[in-house]
């Protein structure tokens, strides 16, 4: 017969026992089970794509206020005609610049701006080619506006169908027919063009009535273009282009697209390094009114605004929310920190860049300065091919 202790002992491991049954079987069944890893960046990323969207929508807002306003001066200029009402007009447009250049950086991924049915070619496209509007020195009846036998009547649809017909240089609408319009052709070595509001005046020039109908309604369209384009960024929309942005999953690599082509092949490359190769003026972005080195910049912060997810309006209302810092300060912090360093660098060299542009491409002095700006860009360009790897995305972009 079993001793007491023994017996003791067999009823203490039952008891045992029984109370891991109760409790939910033995201690390896216990063993707390880890949740599967979630990726830390997830948030980050839908919100930058979300924040990304209201940015674009802001900008493009701004830019349509700021049409409207040129609207509203060229307007006042064409009802009164003087050398006040033209410089005011002339004003309008420098401003309007201002956020429109800002919003180069949402191009290239065939967004609404630039997809095959997009305005950008009706709103910005250059270089212009003036005596396909209007006379130039030499030629003082030639173009859509002295071509009555073909043209005889000027309305939107008309400079719709003739804008780019039969060659790139052929721009009938946009900033820069408004800019020709309003400034003439540049002859001076360091100014601006210098059309007289007489121009526009019946009875002082010829076509003056036709110019100033063309002028209208080429600004008329670029305020109804721009209408488009913040539809389409509009929010609380279940059909429109921001609706389907926000849910893509290819959204973040069209960001990186859109800021990774502007600031390479196209503003280091086509706004910049072909003017510095041929000198030539018709190869600068605004050379009527002198504004590229403005354009420059401004394309230039449209890429520092992306990166942060930060733009201040024409009014100083500061839109800021999530943008690549704040996602990259979690994937590769000393990447974000360079990258946010070199976007400042770029700024900080368009910035340096002296006025006017065609004078700074031709003049060995101050060559550099633009040269410099070009360098700093192409650098951006590979922080930006380096922050999509970091993000497993391709960045297949145009040298």
Same mark, same amino acid.
């Given at each position: 017969?079993?001793?007491?202790?023994?017996?003791?002992?067999?009823?203490?491991?039952?008891? +045992?026992?029984?109370?891991?049954?109760?409790?939910?079987?033995?201690?390896?069944?216990?063993?707390?089970?880890?949740?599967?890893?979630?990726?830390?960046?997830?948030?980050?990323?839908?919100?930058?794509? %979300?924040?990304?969207?209201?940015?674009?929508?802001?900008?493009?807002?701004?830019?349509? *206020?700021?049409?409207? /306003?040129?609207?509203?001066?060229?307007?006042?200029?064409?009802? %009164?005609?003087?050398?006040?009402?033209?410089?005011?007009?002339?004003?309008?447009?420098?401003?309007?610049?201002?956020?429109?250049?800002?919003?180069?950086?949402?191009?290239?991924?065939?967004?609404?701006?630039?997809?095959?049915?997009?305005?950008?070619?009706?709103? %910005?496209?250059?270089?212009?080619?003036?005596?396909?509007?209007?006379?130039?020195?030499?030629?003082?009846?030639?173009?859509?506006?002295?071509?009555?036998?073909?043209?005889?009547?000027?309305?939107?649809?008309?400079?719709?169908?003739?804008?780019?017909?039969?060659?790139?240089?052929?721009?009938?609408?946009?900033?820069?027919?408004?800019?020709?319009?309003?400034?003439?052709?540049?002859?001076?070595?360091d100014g601006p063009?210098?059309?007289?509001?007489?121009?526009?005046?019946v009875g002082q /020039?010829?076509?003056?009535?036709?110019?100033?109908?063309?002028?209208?309604?080429?600004?008329?369209?670029?305020?109804?273009?721009?209408?488009?384009?913040?539809?389409?960024? +509009?929010?609380?929309?279940?059909?429109?282009?921001? /609706?389907?942005?926000?849910?893509? +999953?290819?959204?973040?690599?069209?960001?990186?697209?859109?800021?990774?082509?502007?600031?390479g092949a196209e503003? /280091?490359?086509?706004?910049?390094? @072909?003017?510095?190769?041929?000198?030539?003026?018709?190869?600068?972005?605004?050379?009527?009114?002198?504004?590229?080195? @403005?354009?420059?910049?401004?394309?230039?912060?449209?890429?520092?605004?992306?990166?942060?997810?930060?733009?201040?309006?024409?009014?100083?209302? @500061?839109?800021?929310?999530?943008?690549?810092?704040?996602?990259?300060?979690?994937?590769?912090?000393?990447?974000?920190?360079?990258?946010?360093?070199?976007? *400042?660098?770029?700024?900080?060299?368009?910035?340096?860049?002296?006025?006017?542009?065609?004078?700074?491409?031709?003049?060995?002095?101050?060559?550099?300065?633009? *040269?410099?700006?070009?360098?700093?860009?192409?650098?951006?360009?590979?922080?930006?091919?380096?922050?999509?790897?970091?993000?497993?995305?391709?960045?297949?972009?145009?040298?």
């Amino acid at each position: 017969m079993p001793s007491f202790p023994f017996r003791f002992s067999l009823i203490l491991a039952l008891v +045992a026992t029984l109370f891991l049954i109760a409790c939910g079987g033995s201690s390896s069944d216990n063993d707390t089970t880890q949740p599967p890893t979630v990726d830390p960046t997830i948030a980050l990323k839908s919100n930058l794509v %979300n924040n990304y969207a209201s940015l674009v929508h802001t900008n493009y807002s701004d830019a349509l *206020q700021t049409a409207k /306003a040129m609207r509203g001066a060229i307007q006042a200029f064409l009802a %009164n005609p003087s050398d006040e009402t033209l410089n005011a007009a002339k004003q309008s447009w420098l401003a309007a610049r201002i956020p429109y250049g800002q919003t180069e950086g949402f191009r290239f991924y065939e967004g609404p701006i630039d997809n095959v049915d997009g305005p950008e070619g009706l709103i %910005n496209a250059w270089p212009l080619d003036e005596n396909y509007i209007d006379y130039v020195v030499g030629f003082p009846a030639t173009g859509i506006i002295a071509d009555t036998a073909n043209y005889p009547e000027l309305t939107a649809t008309l400079l719709r169908e003739l804008n780019e017909k039969d060659g790139e240089a052929n721009i009938a609408t946009g900033f820069h027919a408004i800019e020709f319009l309003l400034w003439g052709q540049d002859l001076s070595a360091d100014g601006p063009g210098d059309r007289p509001f007489t121009d526009f005046v019946v009875g002082q /020039a010829d076509f003056a009535e036709r110019r100033a109908a063309y002028l209208s309604l080429t600004t008329d369209m670029l305020v109804e273009d721009l209408e488009f384009l913040v539809a389409a960024w +509009a929010p609380d929309s279940a059909d429109n282009y921001r /609706a389907s942005f926000v849910d893509d +999953a290819q959204a973040l690599r069209n960001i990186l697209v859109g800021i990774g082509s502007l600031c390479g092949a196209e503003l /280091a490359g086509e706004r910049m390094s @072909v003017a510095m190769d041929t000198r030539e003026q018709e190869d600068e972005h605004s050379c009527f009114s002198d504004n590229t080195h @403005v354009d420059i910049l401004m394309n230039a912060k449209s890429l520092q605004n992306v990166y942060l997810g930060r733009y201040e309006t024409s009014s100083g209302v @500061v839109h800021d929310g999530p943008g690549f810092d704040d996602l990259m300060a979690v994937v590769d912090a000393d990447l974000n920190s360079r990258v946010v360093a070199q976007l *400042q660098q770029v700024v900080d060299s368009c910035t340096a860049i002296p006025a006017p542009f065609d004078t700074a491409v031709q003049d060995p002095e101050k060559r550099p300065s633009v *040269q410099g700006a070009i360098d700093e860009l192409r650098a951006l360009t590979t922080m930006f091919v380096s922050t999509a790897e970091a993000l497993d995305i391709t960045l297949n972009l145009e040298e």
